[in-house]
């Protein structure tokens, strides 16, 4: 059974600081690995997409990596801003028909004090 | 180009009612999924359509029902509400091309309080 963590829960920066996310997956046969931004009370917004043959995948000031054989993925955000502040969640695929839904992590609650 | 549409955004009802949330995906976009988020359980997977067929579903029970239409809007209906069914209900679609799944795309939510 697919299980996806994310460490921290909770994370404060000063702006302006480089970071980086954590999620780890417990089974390696996954589809794709998708990270996500969700401000309070609102839908998810999608951030990076890697399919499971891509190593990394970048968008501006954020870069996602992928190492299926680990089990992880990082979401590095460069120079961080007051608005990035959001909980940040990751969400893995499954490869077969038992398994082929999205397994969402915990997230981590990132707040960029100005 | 519209994003996903969720409707109502919000609803309140009473223990042992039934409710019924609609949601459009994006143009294009023939995979519909449905999450239940609460602060307690965090994101879980309900159920997804891809051309009107359920393809996966989620642990939920039998109260948890979906479909979809030959446009691809999906409706979901919650049956004999509980108070543990107070939730903030999402619905997400995605482009599949020759089989590849695409980036998952959510609505705003429909945010049900169960009194």
């Known amino acids: 059974k697919q299980e996806v963590t994310q460490i921290p829960a909770a994370l404060s920066v000063p702006e302006g600081e480089n970071l980086v996310l954590n999620c780890s997956f417990t089974?390696?046969?996954?589809?794709?690995l998708q990270w996500f931004r969700q401000d309070p009370g609102k839908g998810l917004t999608s951030l990076l997409l890697?399919?499971?043959?891509?190593r990394e995948q970048t968008s501006g000031r954020l870069n996602a990596s992928l190492d299926k054989s680990s089990g992880r993925s990082t979401l590095y955000i460069a120079a961080s801003q007051p608005g990035d502040s959001a909980t940040y969640l990751c969400?893995?695929?499954?490869?077969?028909?038992?398994?082929?839904?999205?397994?969402f992590g915990t997230g981590t609650r990132l707040k960029v004090l100005a | 180009k519209a994003g996903v549409t969720q409707t109502p955004r919000y609803l309140i009802k009473t223990r042992g009612q039934q409710v019924t949330l609609s949601c459009s995906p994006i143009?294009?976009?023939?995979?519909v999924s449905w999450y239940q988020q609460t602060p307690g359980q965090g994101l879980q997977f309900l159920f997804e359509y891809f051309s009107e067929t359920q393809r996966n579903k989620g642990n939920f029970p039998g109260r948890f029902s979906g479909r979809q239409f030959s446009n691809s809007r999906s409706e979901m209906n919650v049956s004999t509400l509980e108070l543990g069914d107070s939730a903030l209900y999402l619905c997400a679609s995605s482009l599949e091309v020759a089989g590849v799944s695409g980036e998952l795309f959510f609505g705003e939510g429909s945010r049900l309080t169960v009194l």
């Open positions: 089974d390696s046969a996954i589809y794709n």
């Open positions: 969400a893995v695929r499954g490869t077969t028909s038992g398994t082929y839904k999205y397994i």
């Open positions: 143009s294009g976009h023939r995979s």
């Open positions: 890697i399919q499971s043959s891509q």
